[in-house]
């Protein structure tokens, strides 16, 4: 492991081992996720003070389920949340025992009934993160195209949805949510220092989720 985890960017793989390592040094993915949503939420709220009504776009991977995370502190916080299921119920182990935490007071909603987004001045993206690739798919593309075209405050979670994490820095991004913060976790990945993603990512936020600390712990 070395240094890895003194980076300030690291790549999509990188990322993956620092967590393998973390993990193994017994900071558990599941308590990653929560570290991660609730620095997520922190952070949309001091940037965006004034939330009453959030919408959160969860993907039914990991990055889904830091989403359900921020729902359901949001929700604690006294602010009115529902979740979109992009693609249906999550896969992910950790991101299913969210899920579960958040059925009982925050509305759920599936990207197959019509989405009233004017009453939110909050939109979570937590769709995609660091493992997409290629290019987006129905129905994703088209609640990113509504995403874009709503007047909410759009945070990102990790990577906005449709940029690749491993982003060059003068590839052109294509399709993905154009967002006014990025809260991105542990350290920058690539994307981040692309010029040609840069008025897609907004203001980006480097939130420490532990894994840091618990590696230099068991060094």
């Known amino acids: 492991m070395n240094d890895l985890h003194r980076k300030e960017v690291v790549t999509c793989e990188e ?3 620092l967590e393998t390592a973390a993990d193994k040094a017994g900071l558990s993915y599941y308590q990653m996720m929560e ?4 620095e997520a939420f922190s952070t949309i709220l001091k940037h965006h003070p004034q939330t009453e009504n959030a919408l959160v776009f969860c993907g039914k991977g990991n990055n889904g389920g830091d989403g359900f995370v921020v729902a359901r502190k949001l929700y604690e916080a006294g602010i009115q949340t ?4 992009v693609e249906g119920e999550p896969q992910a182990d950790d991101a299913k025992a969210n899920y579960q935490l958040i059925q009982a007071n925050v509305q759920i909603l599936t990207a197959d009934v019509a989405i009233d987004m004017q009453e939110s001045d909050l939109i979570v993206d937590a769709i ?5 690739h290629g290019q987006l798919r129905s129905p994703a593309d088209e609640m990113i195209t509504s995403i874009n075209h709503s007047k909410a405050y759009v945070a990102a979670l990790d990577i906005p949805s449709g940029l690749s994490g491993d982003m060059e820095p003068d590839e052109e991004p294509g399709a993905c949510v154009k967002a006014d913060l990025t809260i991105t976790f542990h350290a920058r990945k690539p994307v981040h220092c692309s010029k040609t993603a840069a008025k897609f990512l ?3 936020v480097t939130a420490d989720i532990g894994i840091g600390e618990i590696i230099n712990e068991r060094r």
């Open 35 to 38: 570290n991660a949503g609730f």
């Open 128 to 132: 995609y993160g660091t493992g997409f």
């Open 15 to 17: 990322m993956k081992a």
């Open 202 to 204: 907004g203001k980006v």
């Open 82 to 85: 529902q979740v979109v299921l």
